[in-house]
């Protein structure tokens, strides 16, 4: 078997290239890939050469931690999952080259538990899962957000989901004017214009690891700064203006199963709207100009690949 996929050799490097896929064990599903997405926080770091480094990492990679498609192949233990439509966090398929996260591909080998099953009605929208649940995995842990800082779709996320636990709407702050707009119940504001500086519960998204300081300035005593972006750079702040408030400072970790069942289900019921936040959209023919638009141009939130009509 192999595959189309998406292989950075390097940073700034891409091409799409067939590659062998790992023959399937009795317990693995072979996934046919509709959509895939493009992040535009942790596959631009692998784009610049600025991951840090950590465990699996190293070109060539496979990118991709978004991909939804369907079941067309299975184990003798797992054949009764034919046909399903899934949602796969990435792959590790593609023998010397690896999956990092490896789901920009035609076809994936996985371990059945690793395709997540979804409503085939959510069709490309199913990519926004993975963030979907990395916003309720951050929110999950504490206090929901007050502040949100960033409003990519990342962002966006966070305050549905603040929404939806019944609490007052959030405030967003956003510095370039071409995302002010896409709110659903909540304002957004340049933070240069936020007078504000008793904000219990801070969520960043925004990945700026300069930001610190002028975030625990904002916080009520005993508020909380939440870091729910990706930082390729060390993290400090100032100790006195922390100590004063008696600030918190948590870190939100990977998604785990259960955020994704419980956003996928919200998805799927209507309750939580993925509406408006894929924006572009290319055939995988077509990735290195679709991972520059992802990166490079700020209207941009969500690009997705259609592999449909990849062979």
């Not at 504490?142 to 019944?166: K, S, T």
């Amino acid at each position: 078997m192999d595959t189309l996929a998406v292989v950075l050799h390097a940073p700034g490097q891409l091409e799409l290239r067939r590659l062998a896929l790992s023959a399937p064990r009795d317990d693995d599903v072979v996934v046919d890939v509709e959509w895939s997405g493009i992040s535009a926080g942790t596959e631009r770091l692998l784009w610049s050469g600025r991951m840090p480094d950590f465990p699996g990492m190293g070109y060539p990679l496979v990118p991709g931690y978004e991909s939804v498609g369907r079941i067309v192949a299975a184990g003798t233990s797992t054949k009764a999952r034919i046909g399903s439509t899934v949602f796969v966090p990435g792959a590790s398929c593609f023998g010397p080259v690896r999956g990092l996260f490896g789901g920009a591909a035609a076809t994936l080998v996985v371990p059945s538990a690793r395709a997540h099953d979804v409503g085939s009605d959510l069709n490309e929208r199913g990519v926004l899962l993975a963030l979907a649940a990395t916003a309720r995995h951050a929110i999950a842990g504490g206090v929901p957000p007050d502040l949100i800082v960033g409003h990519g779709v990342l962002g966006r996320l966070l305050a549905r989901l603040a929404l939806l636990e019944g609490g007052p709407p959030p405030t967003v702050w956003e510095r370039d004017p071409t995302r002010f707009t896409g709110a659903e119940g909540y304002p957004v504001v340049d933070p240069a214009n936020d007078p504000r500086r008793d904000y219990r519960s801070i969520y960043d998204v925004s990945g700026d690891a300069g930001l610190l300081d002028d975030l625990i300035a904002r916080l009520a005593p005993g508020g909380e700064v939440v870091l729910a972006g990706f930082y390729s750079q060390r993290l400090g702040f100032s100790f006195p203006p922390a100590f004063m408030r008696e600030a918190r400072l948590r870190v939100a970790a990977q998604w785990q199963p259960a955020d994704l069942a419980a956003t996928s289900q919200l998805a799927g019921s209507g309750k939580l709207s993925l509406d408006g936040l894929i924006t572009h959209r290319e055939p995988a023919a077509n990735a290195g100009p679709a991972y520059r638009t992802a990166f490079d141009d700020p209207a941009c939130l969500k690009m997705i690949l259609d592999w449909r009509a990849a062979s």
